[in-house]
Protein backbone atom coordinates (compact mmCIF):
# COMPACT_ATOMS: atom_id res chain seq x y z
CA UNK A 1 0.00 0.00 0.00
CA UNK A 2 1.28 3.47 -0.85
CA UNK A 3 1.87 5.67 2.10
CA UNK A 4 1.73 9.59 2.69
CA UNK A 5 1.69 10.60 5.47
CA UNK A 6 2.34 14.33 7.01
CA UNK A 7 4.01 16.02 10.11
CA UNK A 8 0.91 17.30 11.71
CA UNK A 9 -2.89 16.65 11.44
CA UNK A 10 -3.25 20.04 13.04
CA UNK A 11 -1.06 22.71 13.52
CA UNK A 12 -1.85 26.23 15.30
CA UNK A 13 0.77 29.09 14.31
CA UNK A 14 0.97 32.98 15.61
CA UNK A 15 1.07 35.27 12.13
CA UNK A 16 4.75 35.58 11.50
CA UNK A 17 5.96 32.84 12.28
CA UNK A 18 8.05 30.32 9.48
CA UNK A 19 6.35 27.23 9.22
CA UNK A 20 7.26 23.92 7.91
CA UNK A 21 4.65 21.26 6.58
CA UNK A 22 6.67 18.00 5.98
CA UNK A 23 5.11 15.32 3.62
CA UNK A 24 7.14 11.63 3.10
CA UNK A 25 5.99 9.03 0.90
CA UNK A 26 7.40 6.02 0.72
CA UNK A 27 6.19 4.35 -2.91
CA UNK A 28 9.74 5.74 -4.08
CA UNK A 29 7.15 8.26 -6.36
CA UNK A 30 8.95 10.64 -8.72
CA UNK A 31 5.98 13.61 -8.51
CA UNK A 32 5.00 15.05 -5.31
CA UNK A 33 2.65 17.73 -4.89
CA UNK A 34 0.98 20.65 -2.59
CA UNK A 35 -2.59 21.45 -2.72
CA UNK A 36 -4.46 23.36 0.03
CA UNK A 37 -7.80 23.24 0.57
CA UNK A 38 -10.62 25.88 1.24
CA UNK A 39 -14.75 25.49 1.75
CA UNK A 40 -16.39 26.45 -2.11
CA UNK A 41 -13.09 26.53 -3.73
CA UNK A 42 -11.83 22.99 -3.89
CA UNK A 43 -8.31 21.66 -4.05
CA UNK A 44 -6.13 24.51 -5.36
CA UNK A 45 -2.20 23.88 -6.64
CA UNK A 46 0.72 25.36 -4.92
CA UNK A 47 3.39 23.85 -5.80
CA UNK A 48 4.74 20.47 -7.50
CA UNK A 49 7.85 18.76 -8.03
CA UNK A 50 8.79 15.96 -11.01
CA UNK A 51 12.17 14.98 -9.21
CA UNK A 52 14.86 15.63 -6.52
CA UNK A 53 15.89 19.22 -6.29
CA UNK A 54 13.08 20.40 -9.18
CA UNK A 55 10.08 22.37 -8.32
CA UNK A 56 7.65 24.18 -10.09
CA UNK A 57 4.56 27.08 -9.35
CA UNK A 58 1.29 25.47 -9.10
CA UNK A 59 -1.71 28.04 -9.17
CA UNK A 60 -1.08 30.03 -6.27
CA UNK A 61 2.78 29.86 -5.05
CA UNK A 62 2.46 33.39 -3.72
CA UNK A 63 3.81 33.23 0.07
CA UNK A 64 4.88 29.64 -0.23
CA UNK A 65 8.02 28.24 -1.15
CA UNK A 66 9.23 23.96 -1.35
CA UNK A 67 12.11 22.19 -0.71
CA UNK A 68 12.58 18.46 -2.22
CA UNK A 69 16.26 17.26 -1.32
CA UNK A 70 15.30 13.73 -1.12
CA UNK A 71 12.75 11.73 -3.35
CA UNK A 72 10.65 11.03 -0.50
CA UNK A 73 10.30 14.07 1.26
CA UNK A 74 8.13 17.26 0.21
CA UNK A 75 8.75 20.00 2.59
CA UNK A 76 6.03 22.96 2.05
CA UNK A 77 7.23 26.75 4.03
CA UNK A 78 5.68 29.37 4.58
CA UNK A 79 8.42 32.14 5.40
CA UNK A 80 5.95 34.73 7.68
CA UNK A 81 2.60 32.36 8.21
CA UNK A 82 -0.29 34.87 7.27
CA UNK A 83 -4.27 34.75 8.85
CA UNK A 84 -4.97 34.11 4.63
CA UNK A 85 -2.72 30.69 5.02
CA UNK A 86 -5.03 29.29 7.46
CA UNK A 87 -6.20 26.39 5.26
CA UNK A 88 -6.20 22.31 5.15
CA UNK A 89 -2.94 21.62 3.50
CA UNK A 90 -2.61 18.29 1.47
CA UNK A 91 -0.08 16.40 0.01
CA UNK A 92 0.18 13.82 -2.81
CA UNK A 93 2.17 11.67 -4.65
CA UNK A 94 2.42 10.15 -8.08
CA UNK A 95 4.85 7.62 -9.77
CA UNK A 96 5.83 8.88 -13.62
CA UNK A 97 3.96 7.87 -16.95
CA UNK A 98 0.90 8.19 -18.43
CA UNK A 99 -1.41 7.61 -15.68
CA UNK A 100 -1.91 10.42 -13.24
CA UNK A 101 -3.16 8.77 -10.29
CA UNK A 102 -2.15 10.80 -6.83
CA UNK A 103 -2.31 9.54 -3.59
CA UNK A 104 -3.15 12.04 -0.87
CA UNK A 105 -1.63 12.16 2.79
CA UNK A 106 -3.87 12.91 5.52
CA UNK A 107 -3.89 16.53 5.40
CA UNK A 108 -2.73 19.57 7.96
CA UNK A 109 -5.07 21.70 9.29
CA UNK A 110 -3.34 25.07 9.63
CA UNK A 111 -4.39 27.81 11.75
CA UNK A 112 -2.79 31.16 11.74
CA UNK A 113 -3.86 33.28 14.59
CA UNK B 1 -5.94 25.24 -19.25
CA UNK B 2 -8.69 22.34 -18.31
CA UNK B 3 -11.60 23.11 -16.07
CA UNK B 4 -13.57 20.71 -14.10
CA UNK B 5 -16.86 21.70 -12.86
CA UNK B 6 -19.30 19.78 -10.53
CA UNK B 7 -22.62 20.41 -8.56
CA UNK B 8 -21.37 21.37 -4.85
CA UNK B 9 -24.59 19.31 -3.21
CA UNK B 10 -26.58 16.25 -3.41
CA UNK B 11 -28.89 14.88 -0.77
CA UNK B 12 -30.31 11.11 -0.88
CA UNK B 13 -31.93 8.62 0.98
CA UNK B 14 -30.05 5.35 2.14
CA UNK B 15 -30.65 2.75 -0.54
CA UNK B 16 -31.75 4.92 -3.24
CA UNK B 17 -29.14 5.41 -6.26
CA UNK B 18 -26.64 8.32 -5.91
CA UNK B 19 -25.29 10.26 -9.36
CA UNK B 20 -22.63 12.88 -9.56
CA UNK B 21 -22.06 14.70 -12.80
CA UNK B 22 -18.88 16.31 -13.54
CA UNK B 23 -18.08 18.24 -16.62
CA UNK B 24 -14.30 19.13 -18.25
CA UNK B 25 -12.87 20.92 -20.88
CA UNK B 26 -9.91 19.47 -21.82
CA UNK B 27 -10.51 16.91 -24.46
CA UNK B 28 -6.56 15.70 -24.03
CA UNK B 29 -7.15 14.11 -20.55
CA UNK B 30 -6.20 10.10 -20.65
CA UNK B 31 -7.53 9.35 -17.75
CA UNK B 32 -10.31 10.50 -14.96
CA UNK B 33 -10.39 9.74 -11.77
CA UNK B 34 -13.11 9.85 -8.67
CA UNK B 35 -12.08 10.55 -5.38
CA UNK B 36 -13.94 10.31 -2.25
CA UNK B 37 -12.89 12.76 1.37
CA UNK B 38 -14.25 11.66 4.40
CA UNK B 39 -14.34 14.49 7.04
CA UNK B 40 -11.19 15.65 8.24
CA UNK B 41 -9.57 13.07 6.27
CA UNK B 42 -7.24 13.19 2.77
CA UNK B 43 -8.64 12.36 -0.68
CA UNK B 44 -8.82 8.54 -1.58
CA UNK B 45 -8.95 7.24 -5.07
CA UNK B 46 -12.21 5.63 -5.56
CA UNK B 47 -12.00 4.49 -9.32
CA UNK B 48 -10.80 6.14 -12.83
CA UNK B 49 -11.87 5.52 -16.25
CA UNK B 50 -9.74 5.86 -19.22
CA UNK B 51 -10.67 8.14 -21.90
CA UNK B 52 -10.94 5.89 -24.53
CA UNK B 53 -13.81 3.91 -22.26
CA UNK B 54 -17.45 4.32 -21.81
CA UNK B 55 -18.37 2.95 -19.16
CA UNK B 56 -16.77 1.36 -16.01
CA UNK B 57 -18.23 -0.97 -13.23
CA UNK B 58 -16.47 -1.67 -9.55
CA UNK B 59 -18.92 -3.01 -7.56
CA UNK B 60 -21.49 -0.51 -6.64
CA UNK B 61 -20.13 1.77 -8.47
CA UNK B 62 -20.44 2.90 -12.20
CA UNK B 63 -18.51 5.55 -13.87
CA UNK B 64 -19.91 6.70 -17.29
CA UNK B 65 -17.32 8.79 -19.57
CA UNK B 66 -19.33 10.45 -22.51
CA UNK B 67 -16.65 11.98 -24.43
CA UNK B 68 -18.83 14.25 -27.00
CA UNK B 69 -20.16 15.91 -24.02
CA UNK B 70 -17.37 15.64 -22.27
CA UNK B 71 -19.39 14.88 -19.48
CA UNK B 72 -18.55 12.67 -16.53
CA UNK B 73 -20.82 10.25 -14.02
CA UNK B 74 -20.59 8.28 -10.67
CA UNK B 75 -23.22 5.83 -10.13
CA UNK B 76 -23.15 4.52 -6.48
CA UNK B 77 -25.74 1.90 -6.18
CA UNK B 78 -27.36 1.12 -2.69
CA UNK B 79 -26.46 4.51 -1.34
CA UNK B 80 -25.35 3.72 2.42
CA UNK B 81 -24.59 6.31 5.38
CA UNK B 82 -20.87 5.52 5.40
CA UNK B 83 -20.88 6.99 1.74
CA UNK B 84 -21.62 10.44 2.64
CA UNK B 85 -18.33 12.49 1.83
CA UNK B 86 -17.03 14.80 -0.27
CA UNK B 87 -16.67 13.29 -3.73
CA UNK B 88 -14.42 14.96 -6.39
CA UNK B 89 -13.72 13.81 -9.90
CA UNK B 90 -10.39 15.16 -11.68
CA UNK B 91 -9.12 15.03 -14.69
CA UNK B 92 -6.19 16.54 -16.68
CA UNK B 93 -2.36 15.94 -19.02
CA UNK B 94 0.93 16.99 -18.64
CA UNK B 95 1.14 15.06 -15.33
CA UNK B 96 -1.02 17.00 -13.10
CA UNK B 97 -4.47 16.38 -12.00
CA UNK B 98 -7.31 19.72 -12.38
CA UNK B 99 -9.85 18.37 -9.57
CA UNK B 100 -13.19 19.98 -9.54
CA UNK B 101 -14.45 21.61 -6.23
CA UNK B 102 -16.46 17.98 -4.80
CA UNK B 103 -19.39 17.10 -4.58
CA UNK B 104 -20.77 16.78 -1.20
CA UNK B 105 -23.08 13.73 -0.69
CA UNK B 106 -25.36 13.69 2.23
CA UNK B 107 -26.97 10.53 2.82
CA UNK B 108 -30.05 10.39 4.90
CA UNK B 109 -31.89 7.35 6.68
Known amino acids: DVKVTQSSRYLVKRTGEKVFLECVQD?????MFWYRQDPGLGLRLIYF???????EKGDIPEGYSVSREKKERFSLILESASTNQTSMYLC????????????FGPGTRLTVT | GEDVEQSLFLSVREGDSSVINCTYT??????LYWYKQEPGAGLQLLTY?????DMKQDQRLTVLLNKKDKHLSLRIADTQTGDSAIYFC?????????FGKGTKLSVKP
Open chain 1, 27 to 31: MDHEN
Open chain 2, 90 to 98: AGGSQGNLI
Open chain 1, 92 to 103: ASAPSGSHYEQY
Open chain 2, 26 to 31: DSSSTY
Open chain 2, 49 to 53: IFSNM
Open chain 1, 49 to 55: SYDVKMK
